[in-house]
């Protein structure tokens, strides 16, 4: 009576199995060419300054949830909605006005073609194109600059060229 349990059991594993191998072959070798990403992060923050008289304490959120796509050996696309304001160097998100519901915005959207290890293009909302060396002074690092850029890399050497928008100031 146990050993037909166990082959009952065997049997049903076995068909599972069968079951799941046939529905990923089923699907496609595109499948593959995806990688998903994400991360959701919760703070509190409170505000206790000296000479104010009212302390303040917020909550916020921020959550991002994007695709990386390799649609051939030279070409890539990246997509990211993430949480946050209208303003361009925060994603996080207070949480504020009675439970209303928190919009999600496009954060990047570009393609990249790299015909060879030297030479890369991308276009669109982008990460950083060019090279900056430490912590720079000149470009917030949470901006993801929006236009064209070409960059050339051959050992030591390197030269980026990028065509973007910039303003001085955010007026949200």
Do not use: C
């Not at 068909?15 to 919760?42: S, Y």
């Not at 409170?46 to 050996?73: C, H, L, M, T, W």
């Not at 030297?118 to 912590?135: C, D």
């Amino acid at each position: 009576e146990l050993e037909k349990q166990q082959k009952s059991q065997q049997d049903a594993q076995d068909h599972a199995t069968d079951v799941m191998a046939q529905t990923k072959a089923n699907v496609g070798e595109w499948v593959g060419r995806f990688t998903w990403k994400g991360d959701l992060r919760f703070r509190n923050e409170s505000f206790d300054q000296e000479f104010f008289p009212n302390d303040r304490n917020r909550d916020r959120i921020r959550a991002r949830a994007g695709f990386v796509a390799k649609v051939n050996d030279t070409i890539k696309a990246e997509l990211e909605l993430s949480t946050g304001t209208p303003d361009p160097r925060s994603s996080n998100q207070t949480l504020t006005d009675a439970n209303s519901r928190k919009a999600f915005d496009l954060s990047l959207a570009y393609a990249e073609w790299a015909p060879n290890a030297q030479w890369k293009v991308t276009l669109g909302k982008m990460k950083y194109p060019w090279v900056r060396p430490g912590q720079s002074l000149f470009f917030d690092g949470d901006i993801n600059p929006e236009g064209g850029a070409i960059n050339y890399t051959n050992g030591m050497f390197f030269a980026d060229v990028a065509y973007i928008d910039l303003f001085e100031r955010f007026s949200g």
